[in-house]
């Protein structure tokens, strides 16, 4: 099935540094989701982005819809030991006229993020 | 309130047995999806319900059968299954919509199949 790429695949940071991953695919997408899960847990819901070129942010994370609705990053900020864990993101087709499409998410592979206090 | 509750959080199964995953939420959400998750790789779609009708299957083996009795509950019954299904299966709820639809995810279910 269809992937989306994303990168790194893994980071090993130290306390304070900033963070940034990002995912392309070669389809576009109406909508970019980015979600953190810990070990054993769901996925939680961190950014989400329906607009080409919209930038969010949330406290120290901050997400972007590319221009082109084929990519996404994803930034954070002065990293905390608890931002350890795996981070996706997952983009939504769902176009006019409904059909079987908008719900499904297509994930990428997840970037693992480590850091060091 | 964003919260989708999945039980049991763990299961142990033999290959015999049979079993249901639960999930629940109230947040008014007409689209609710059944993934499935290997360690440290993303989620997999199994099913979709929308408006309480199976809209995707994704080739899913019959040994999964998706159940949704009302806009706030989704089962998924287990019979016969093997070693590999073990996974973390993942319950998520989003509205029904061309945009807007962001999914959330419940904590979901480890199941392990001995």
């Known amino acids: 099935g269809q992937q989306l790429n994303q990168s790194p695949q893994s980071m090993f940071i130290q306390e304070g540094e900033d963070v940034s991953m990002n995912c392309t695919s070669s389809?576009?997408?109406?909508?970019w989701l980015w979600y953190k899960q810990d070990p054993g847990e769901g996925p939680v819901l961190l950014i989400a982005?329906?607009?080409?070129?919209e930038l969010t942010s949330n406290g120290r994370l901050t997400a972007q819809f590319g221009i082109t609705r084929k990519d996404s990053f994803l930034n954070i900020s002065a990293s905390i030991p608890s931002d350890v864990g795996i981070y996706f993101c997952a983009g939504k087709k769902g176009g006019f006229g409904g059909g079987t499409s908008y719900g499904k998410l297509t994930f990428g592979q997840g970037t693992i993020l480590t850091v060091h206090p | 309130d964003t919260e989708v509750t999945q039980t049991p959080k763990h299961l142990v199964m033999g290959m015999t047995n049979k079993k249901s995953l639960k999930c629940e939420q109230h947040?008014?959400?007409?689209?609710m999806y059944w993934y499935k998750q290997k360690a440290k790789k993303p989620p997999e779609l199994m099913f979709v319900?929308?408006?309480?009708?199976?809209?995707i299957n994704e080739s899913v083996p019959s040994r999964f059968s998706p159940e949704c009795p009302n806009s706030s509950l989704l089962n998924l019954h287990l019979h016969a299954l093997q070693p590999e299904d073990s996974a973390l299966y993942l319950c998520a709820s989003s509205l029904v919509g061309r945009r807007n639809t962001e999914a959330f995810f419940g904590q979901g279910t480890r199941l392990t199949v001995v």
């Open positions: 982005l329906y607009k080409a070129g």
């Open positions: 389809s576009i997408f109406n909508t």
């Open positions: 947040m008014g959400h007409r689209a």
């Open positions: 319900y929308s408006y309480e009708k199976l809209s």
